[in-house]
């Protein structure tokens, strides 16, 4: 079973990414995607950082060189890909193309990291998925296939990353060090690109946001990118990434009861039935015991288990 510290932090990852994403359609409404991906990031940073000197953790990480620069293809890489994707395609076909990560990282997982990935637990992915994809999907949304693709190429960055992090991660000594780290190198190439697609005559640095605006990127990228990444690389340490896949299953729940309260949406009897299937699927695998050699840290190539006994003093 997934302990309870590392399901705590899933969750709230998961609850980070949900609530992010109602938050960034407010500002993603009057700010281009790629100047909004910058503003994030860079609101990322500066929450990091202070955690960081309020806890007196160092700014430089002790990690493999790898394990930051990843930052580059997620949440660089990946984000940019799929706001571009999003600008030709609506909103629920994008949710819905996301809802297949959960499956890539389960096969990766097993193909890559040796992991256990049992029968039973691809069954309940794939019905996860398919509850999520309920959720979110809206038959009057459309989209183009340059569209889709970018979209799915963003979702293979997410799913090469959480497998690529989850090898290094234990080898780092911060978990914080590690987000920020990536989120630096991430910062670096959002603003590459949005030069690039301002010198090419794509505006994308022009911009005059409402307060409101302003708010919601400041906000989203406090929870999006510093909240989710850090909470999420932080059970990403001792759970198996084909486990870790919990967080995505809960993040289009978390989105529609922020939509619902927030926005005031109203969810139809099919979406009902997808949030029935997504929680019962999130429970069932919660409940699943730990393969032998995957708890913990253990079993990738070696590495001996993640301690915990300073879990209260820094429990990421």
Known sequence: MIRPPDLARLTLAAACWGLGTVISKRAVAEIPPLTLLAIQLAVSL???ALLMRLRGVSVRAEAPALLGRLGVLNPGAAYALSLLGLATI???VSVTLWAIEPLLIVLLAGWLLHEQVSRR???LTIAAVGGMIAVAYDPSGAGTIIGVGLTLAGVGCCAVYSIVARRWL???????????VQQ?????????????VLLLGGGALRV????TAAGSAVG???????GAYWFYLGALRNVPASRAVVSFYLIPIVGVASSIILLGERLQPWQWLGVAIVVGATLATVGQPE?????TGAGLDGLPPRLHEDELADPL
């Open 90 to 92: 609506s909103a629920s």
């Open 220 to 226: 989203s990228g406090a929870l999006y990118y510093a």
């Open 46 to 48: 500066a929450v990091l």
């Open 208 to 211: 005059t946001p409402s307060l």
């Open 291 to 295: 393969p032998a050699g995957s708890a």
């Open 184 to 196: 630096a190198y991430a910062l670096g190439f959002a603003l590459v690109v949005a030069l690039a």
């Open 121 to 123: 637990l691809i069954l």
């Open 170 to 180: 234990p080898e780092a000594e911060s978990t914080t060090q590690v987000v920020f």
